[in-house]
């Protein structure tokens, strides 16, 4: 392990490392592929500070799979049960929450105007992403099928640059995801709520592009 590795296999070959990367805002799944030492540079963090923290990880705080070494039906599985079926109770249950608080506080100054109505868009394009990926791709990938996979592949990630993208609007929207000191218990759980879905969202697509993806064409 050192700074010449990529995001994305330091992230593969480390799952803790990913919770690091999280917490230094270091996109490790969409922008993965790029050298450790290259990102810090441009971000003026320390390379070296980065590799101990991951050592240091507690590697029971993630899940601490070796996915890249798991079957491919069973990382298939696992995406499934737990990001897509996730992100189908949890963006539903975010918009109901905005909504609330875009119209209980429309007077005050750091009320997220907007986040209802782009979390919606978010919805429809999640969803339909999910359902190609569940009904074409995967079983594709699942019948051994992995290396005819190229052009839905590409696709998909392309959508993921897309979900990358909406989640930098959501911080946007919402001042960096920092509810105001006036903020109400709702408005609090709102900004939590979306923590927890870039944070999964990124280890979600982290683990298609990088793992599933790659493994399925042979790259």
Wanted: charged letters at 25%; aromatic letters at 6%.
């Amino acid at each position: 392990m050192n700074s010449s590795t990529t995001l994305a296999e330091l992230a593969v070959t480390h799952p803790a490392a990913a919770r690091v990367f999280y917490r230094h805002r270091l996109d490790f799944c969409c922008g993965g592929r790029r050298p450790l030492a290259d990102v810090c540079r441009e971000r003026h963090l320390d390379a070296d500070s980065i590799l101990a923290a991951i050592e240091a990880e507690d590697p029971v705080a993630s899940d601490g799979v070796r996915w890249d070494q798991a079957p491919l039906d069973t990382l298939v599985q696992h995406i499934v049960s737990t990001y897509h079926d996730r992100l189908r109770r949890q963006i539903p249950e975010l918009l109901v929450m905005a909504r609330k608080v875009e119209m209980r506080h429309a007077d005050k100054p750091a009320c997220p105007r907007g986040l209802a109505a782009h979390l919606e868009g978010m919805e429809t394009a999640v969803f339909d992403h999910l359902q190609k990926e569940e009904q074409i791709l995967f079983p594709l990938i699942v019948s051994g099928q992995g290396a005819l996979a190229a052009s839905p592949v590409h696709v998909m990630e392309l959508e993921h640059e897309h979900h990358g993208e909406d989640l930098q609007t959501v911080r946007q929207l919402t001042g960096d995801l920092e509810p105001p000191a006036y903020a109400c218990t709702t408005w609090r759980a709102l900004y939590l709520g979306l923590q927890q879905l870039e944070q999964e969202l990124m280890q979600h697509i982290h683990l298609e592009n990088n793992v599933l993806f790659r493994r399925a064409l042979g790259a």
